[in-house]
């Protein structure tokens, strides 16, 4: 098969999903813009404030997408390349799309609280509790996990303790870019919301930003800290951004960031078209399109099972994710500006995701011919096959344009996992205040008193 008609015919597909299916939901629901969303109604400047529909899509997307369609299809293709593009585009479609819009859609009708808030209302206070102890429990294993993978994409190589500049180079690049767009993104929501700078030109001038921190920190880049360090620097970053307004951090690096992410997506798509176009061997996807339903094939030596359900769990974030719930009923809904909003930032996202999740199969697929004739140089890991297996379709004889387009991709992966790590520890922090709160009674953290006024203060 094909890999161009496999990512030609998944797009199509995903595309007809979204305007039939994704429409007739929002007609089933009764999408309406004459009601005012929370962002309106509860506007405060921290937690909600209305955004634009582009600059809240950059956030949802960059939140959600984490590292999900990169590592879950990289595992998931044990079973074959057939599986995998099934269960994008139907989970995508039916269960996905469908869940996010949902959840992002309920939260709204209910004052822009939690999924827990809704539980409440509809089950009791009881069920609330338990499902706000599992999802925060949950939120901590997401925290740790994205944050020791954001750590490895920054961290410095040590060979018997001594600093290895040319392994540490692409590490301590990303590292440089991420923190320069940290500073950017604070100087764009300053001026867009503080100054009243046009968005249009706000826009322009971030674009034009990040192709100059891309410049500085392929080219100057002189942090090089170990893995432990940076889990220190990381974790004081997220503390400061789980509290900090959305408009002078979150919007706007999500914003800005989800162009990067764009871009790399679209540069992806040009290497499987034009390894198409000019016949190479990297657009056929030589890989097995089935290879049984029980998988002893795991490059780990370990089994994942059978198919049903290791497919629909390590494709969690690709297809179909729990996070996406907490994502678009706790930062998402109360940020968003309209109802009409809703339907291309969760369902749309959604399945953007799924196209970032065939864009991750083909290079699978490029990185299992490429083990099979070089073992001695061989594509392993979620970064390196993601990075490598696409540079690798755009720059065969791996030059000095593999090497920057590789730095790109990981940097991709590095943002996409540091906004979903930064976007969790706020969610974890909304759940642990509705935990003590009575909504049924009006209670918020302003005009509750005693121990709740402590546990619930941000």
Not at 60 to 81: D, L, T
Not at 137 to 147: G, I, K, P, R, S
Not at 188 to 207: D, K, N, P, Q, W
Not at 408 to 416: C, D, G, P, Q, R
Request: glycine share 10%; with cysteine; aromatic share 12%.
């Amino acid at each position: 098969m094909n890999a161009v008609l496999v990512l030609s015919i998944g797009i199509v597909i995903l595309i007809v999903g979204y305007i039939f299916y994704g429409g007739w939901l929002a007609k089933q629901w009764g999408v309406d813009d004459s009601r005012p969303t929370p962002a309106h109604e509860l506007e405060d400047g921290m937690d909600y404030v209305p955004a634009k529909a582009p600059v809240l899509m950059g956030h949802h997307f960059s939140s959600i997408a984490g590292a999900g369609p990169i590592n879950g299809p990289i595992q998931a293709a044990v079973f074959g390349w057939m599986p995998v593009v099934l269960w994008v585009l139907i989970g995508g479609i039916f269960f996905g799309a469908v869940h996010d819009y949902g959840a992002l859609f309920a939260s709204i009708r209910h004052k822009g609280q939690s999924i827990g808030e809704v539980v409440a209302l509809n089950i009791g206070d009881r069920a609330k509790k338990l499902f706000l102890i599992f999802s925060y429990l949950t939120l901590v294993l997401v925290v740790a996990a994205f944050a020791s993978i954001v750590a490895s994409t920054f961290q410095a190589t040590y060979v018997d303790g001594v600093l290895d500049t040319a392994a540490s180079a692409t590490n301590a690049s990303v590292a440089m870019i991420s923190l320069l767009f940290i500073v950017m993104a604070v100087l764009f929501g300053f001026f867009v919301y503080r100054r009243g700078a046009s968005l249009a030109v706000a826009t322009i001038a971030g674009c034009v930003g990040i192709v100059i921190c891309l410049l500085i920190g392929l080219n100057w880049h002189p942090i090089y800290l170990s893995n432990s360090v940076w889990m220190w620097i990381i974790g004081a970053y997220i503390l400061v951004a789980s509290v900090a307004p959305v408009w002078i951090l979150l919007q706007p690096r999500d914003y800005l960031s989800s162009f990067l992410l764009y871009a790399m997506m679209a540069i992806a798509a040009v290497g499987v078209i034009g390894a198409g176009l000019t016949g190479a061997d990297a657009a056929h996807m030589d890989m097995p399109a089935f290879t049984g339903f029980y998988d002893n094939l795991a490059p780990t030596g370990t089994s994942l099972g059978y198919v049903f359900p290791a497919l629909f769990v390590t494709i969690a974030c690709g297809a179909i994710s729990g996070f996406h719930s907490l994502v678009s009923s706790g930062t998402t809904s109360k940020q968003l500006d309209k109802e009409t909003d809703a339907r291309p930032i969760a369902y749309g996202g959604m399945l953007l995701e799924c196209v970032l999740a065939i864009l991750t199969l083909c290079a699978v697929a490029y990185a299992y011919s490429w083990n099979a004739a070089n073992p001695d140089a061989q594509l392993t890991g979620a970064t390196a096959i993601f990075g490598g297996g696409i540079a690798g379709m755009i720059d065969p004889s791996r030059g000095s344009a593999y090497d920057i387009l590789y730095t790109l991709l990981v940097l991709t992966y590095s943002a996409f996992c540091l906004t979903s790590l930064d976007t969790a520890t706020r969610l974890a922090r909304f759940m642990f205040q509705e935990f003590w709160l009575d909504g049924s009674k009006g209670e918020t953290p302003e005009n509750v008193t005693g121990y709740k006024k402590v546990l619930a203060n941000p």
